[in-house]
């Protein structure tokens, strides 16, 4: 079965630094995302992309965060200067388009501000 | 705005039991109600979705139930086993694909 893969899968950083989480989607899904999940709360949308631009993105989103498909298979989430409050689990995802078919999700990756 | 409430947020059940986990949308443009497991420390895996056109379905000990008129939707679990534990989210998704996910429900089944 295709997954979504993402790395790293844990990475430790110290405040201010800039990260940058990659992910692989499905090759043939049309619509990517971004998600988070700071531990023990609900999954958060960040952005959506499609179309090789942000279709739609949340409040948390602002300025320092920024996405990427830079060569048609790579997705990347890029935190220009991390916050404490960063830390949590990222999740990408992809989907297809059209009927019947959810999210898949990637294995996450745990980002840690220090 | 768009928002996603579910209940309860914890639950403990005894093996062989069911349990029902009910959550209520707000944005009537909502059309597809996917549900997710997941395990601790991993990805939320899609266990059953419904579309707005249908008022039920079922998978084998998994079904799901929506109330288009009430803006509830709701998962049944039947005969729950230990590897049932888990958390539990749902998720209301509009025409923009978005997902707005519930708060997560804690399963514990109890052997």
């Known amino acids: 079965e295709p997954e979504v893969t993402q790395t790293p899968s844990h990475q430790v950083t110290q405040m201010g630094q800039e990260v940058i989480l990659r992910c692989v989607p499905i090759?043939?899904?049309?619509?990517f995302y971004w998600y988070r999940q700071i531990l023990g709360q609900k999954v958060e949308f960040l952005v959506s992309f499609y179309n090789n631009e942000i279709s739609e993105k949340s409040e948390i989103f602002d300025d320092q965060f920024s996405v990427e498909r830079p060569d048609g298979s790579n997705f990347t989430l890029k935190i220009r200067s991390t916050k404490l409050e960063d830390s949590a689990m990222y999740f990408c995802?992809?989907?297809?388009?059209?009927?019947?078919?959810?999210?898949?999700f990637g294995s996450g990756t745990r980002l840690t501000v220090v | 705005g768009e928002n996603v409430e579910q209940h309860p947020s914890t639950l403990s059940v005894q093996e062989g039991d069911s349990a029902v986990i009910k959550c209520t949308y707000s944005?009537?443009?909502?059309?597809?109600f996917p549900w997710y497991k997941q395990e601790l420390g991993k990805r939320p895996q899609l266990i059953i979705d419904i579309r707005s056109n249908v008022g039920e379905k079922k998978d084998q000990r998994i079904a799901v139930t929506l109330n288009k008129t009430a803006k509830h939707f709701s998962l049944h679990i039947t005969e729950t086993q230990p590897e049932d534990s888990a958390v539990y989210f749902c998720a209301a998704v509009s025409g923009t694909y978005k997902y707005i996910f519930g708060t997560g429900t804690r399963l514990k089944v109890l052997a």
């Open positions: 995802a992809s989907f297809r388009g059209g009927k019947g078919y959810g999210y898949t």
């Open positions: 944005d009537s443009a909502s059309n597809y």
């Open positions: 090759s043939n899904h049309l619509y």
